[in-house]
């Protein structure tokens, strides 16, 4: 499975951005929809933390800083993940990274969210 994260861009403080993360590979069909798809996020010097996760199609959490802005969701006709981000702060500012677990961890490349206040 390869994982292509895409929807980063520049955005005003308490604007709205949607990232997602597209699945391929000959076995991302068969199990996508049961997949634990999750978003972290990274800034320069610092470690990558967790931002959202959804496992199979309608169980999810959330990091603290972003429950209540965040919404994580699932298509599996598109082997999508999707993160809606709404009300967005400069501290939400950072590489956004696409990761699952399928036989090892797997990485998409990252999109960049920058947000102005």
């Known amino acids: 499975v390869q994982l292509q994260a895409s929807g980063g861009g520049l955005v005003q403080a308490g604007e709205s951005l949607r990232l997602a993360c597209t699945a391929s590979g000959s076995d991302s069909g068969r199990y996508f929809r049961d997949l634990r798809m999750a978003w972290y996020r990274q800034v320069p010097g610092h470690e990558r933390e967790f931002v959202a996760v959804?496992?199979?199609?309608?169980?999810?959490n959330y990091a603290q800083a972003v429950r209540g802005r965040f919404i994580i969701s699932k298509d599996t006709a598109k082997k999508s993940t999707a993160l809606q981000m709404n009300q967005l702060k400069s501290e939400d500012t950072g590489t956004y990274y696409c990761?699952?677990?399928?036989?090892?961890?797997?990485w998409g490349q990252g999109t960049l969210v920058t947000v102005s206040s």
């Open positions: 959804i496992v199979g199609t309608d169980t999810t």
């Open positions: 990761n699952t677990n399928l036989n090892g961890e797997i």
